[in-house]
């Protein structure tokens, strides 16, 4: 079986809309942009997992970023790698962060040394104890099984050093992966899920993965209008984009596109959920009739009340084939 390569977090897209959508300057680019800064960088850290991908046993099934709810208060837990094997479930915690890292286990503590500096962080160890504690949780109510559950820490930054107690075997460098899940694979041989639930488990899961939308808007303090302004010209940033014969041009450079209003459309349905009136939608997409403004939506959007709901699954699938 092929397993998955790592797709990219929606909060990175949903970031990148929000610093195209909002005006320039404003205040908030700065944290914005520092924040995606580093989401990027921790998914170019899961990124280097597909290395290995290619090593992991044909009996394994991979899951990446799963996002689950707990059975034991309903809020939800991600885990970064998630390998079931008919012997056991295998949980990763994956961390790309450069420097001397020191586990302090017995304080909770990671400790990082990095140009001189020390900074603590929650320890990456006690993070994937308890995501295994709620994938128990999980496997039981969703699948009855009851396998044992080993959760690893993966440091994917191969420049790290890592500091870790002789005793604990479960904090490594990413490329030990293949090695380490061989011999686990040694230790726990009793097969608990039979090939008819792993299939059943598989399927479950990838139901249950609720990759989350964040409230961005909420999250730094924005409102709606502040993303809702007209069309702005990517290149130059003038708000002087015209439709003239079936495509989008911008009179102040000449660029010219004609998926603007899909890509348009897509930031928006990455930042909001809720209906938005139609005269939002003339707004953006300025001094074009109000029917052609419709005829644009309407494939991507649905009436809702007075309003118009955008369709999620419709705009994602059109934005994949502009690309
Ligand atoms: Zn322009």
Redesign the pocket.
């Given at each position: 079986m092929k397993q998955p390569s790592l797709q990219q977090p929606i909060i990175i897209d949903q970031l990148q809309a929000l610093l195209r959508r909002l005006p320039n300057p404003h205040p908030k680019r700065e944290e914005i942009t520092e924040h995606l800064r580093r989401f990027k960088i921790g998914h170019a850290g899961e990124q280097t997992l597909d290395l290995q991908m290619p090593m992991i046993p044909e009996n394994c099934k991979v899951f990446r970023n799963m996002t689950l709810r707990s059975p034991a208060n309903g809020e939800t837990f991600q885990i970064d790698l998630l390998i079931l094997h008919p012997c056991f479930a295998f949980i990763g915690e994956v961390k790309n962060m450069a420097g001397t890292l020191t586990f302090d286990l017995k304080h909770g503590q990671l400790l990082r040394m990095l140009d001189g500096s020390l900074q603590s962080f929650a320890c990456p160890v006690n993070q994937s104890s308890r995501q295994a504690f709620h994938f128990r949780l999980w496997l039981k109510k969703y699948a009855d099984v009851n396998p044992p559950v080993l959760n690893h820490v993966l440091i994917s930054n191969y420049q790290a050093i890592i500091e870790a107690p002789a005793d604990h075997d479960g904090i490594y460098h990413a490329a030990n992966l293949p090695r380490e899940l061989m011999h686990v694979s040694k230790i726990y041989t009793r097969r608990v899920i039979t090939k008819e639930k792993m299939k059943s488990i598989c399927e479950t899961l990838k139901n249950s993965n609720a990759e989350h939308r964040s409230n961005v808007l909420k999250k730094y303090h924005l409102a709606e209008t502040e993303i809702l302004g007209k069309l702005t010209?990517?290149?130059?940033?003038?708000q002087?984009?015209m439709r003239i014969k079936r495509s989008w041009k911008?009179?102040?450079?000449?660029?010219r596109d004609v998926n603007t209003h899909i890509h348009t459309l897509r930031d928006i349905s990455l930042l909001i959920q809720t209906p938005l009136h139609r005269k939002t939608f003339d707004f953006i997409f300025g001094n074009i009739p109000a029917r052609s403004t419709l005829r644009l939506i309407a494939p991507f959007s649905t009436r809702s009340g007075n309003k118009r709901l955008l369709l999620i699954d419709k705009i994602e699938e059109a934005y994949e084939k502009t690309l």
């Open positions: 010209c990517q290149h130059c940033g003038n002087t984009i911008c009179t102040s450079c000449d660029w």
